[in-house]
């Protein structure tokens, strides 16, 4: 068993630097954090993409007309290769795919706050409030895309940085623990 945790210990703490060095590098350079994971996700498009063609190639005949993986593998690649042509357009489009999306899920919260204004629930106010905020931190992210998109980038390294020290805290606190129980010593 004192293998077994002196393993754990080891592959807790490797990838709790390997988050803090990723949250480190994403609060530093945002920017360049983004277009590495847009051509990332590019390439496994493309990747996915020659998968399917390949799948398609090595159909039975009688199977190709259902199959979608034609279409599917042709999609994927023109995909990939448009995000890693030009990861730029990609950052710019995506924060406003996402603030497209808040505002329709926070004009269903309004319609559902309308439908309860006449019933004894009080929630109406506090869900129409929350559609309010939502349409506005999404104008936010219309008027602003790529600063929005770098200052999520960032929140999401501060929060790996803050996962990782608390995973190494946890992980030394837990051995410690479990040293001083089974009197294994250091």
Same mark, same amino acid.
């Given at each position: ?10 592959? $807790? ?7 803090? /060095? ?6 530093? #350079?945002? #920017? ?7 051509? %990332? /996700? ?30 599917? +593998?042709?999609?994927?690649? %023109? ?11 990609? &950052? &710019?489009?995506?924060?406003?795919? #996402?603030?497209? =999306? ?15 204004? +006449?019933?004894?629930?009080?929630? =109406? ?13 999404? +104008? %936010? ?15 999401? +390294? ?20 479990? $040293?001083?129980?089974?009197? =294994?010593?250091?």
């Amino acid at each position: 068993m004192k293998e077994y945790v002196k393993a754990y210990e080891k592959m $807790t703490l490797v990838n709790a630097f390997i988050m803090l /060095i990723v949250g480190i590098i994403m609060v530093l #350079f945002p #920017f360049k954090m983004m277009s590495l994971l847009i051509t %990332i /996700i590019s390439c496994f498009l493309v990747a996915d993409g020659v998968y399917h063609l390949i799948h398609y190639a090595f159909l039975d005949a009688h199977l190709r007309p259902y199959s979608s993986d034609l279409l599917i +593998g042709v999609f994927s690649i %023109i995909l990939g290769l448009v995000m890693g042509i030009d990861p730029m357009h990609i &950052m &710019m489009v995506l924060p406003l795919v #996402f603030a497209i =999306w808040i505002v329709m899920k926070a004009l269903v919260k309004i319609q559902v706050s309308f439908m309860l204004v +006449g019933t004894l629930e009080v929630k =109406w106010a506090f869900l129409f409030l929350e559609a309010v905020v939502e349409i506005l931190f999404a +104008g %936010i992210m219309i008027l602003h895309p790529l600063s929005s998109l770098l200052s999520v980038t960032m929140i999401i +390294g501060i929060l790996l940085i803050i996962m990782a020290i608390i995973e190494i805290i946890e992980t030394r606190l837990v051995i410690k623990r479990l $040293t001083q129980t089974n009197g =294994w010593g250091s």
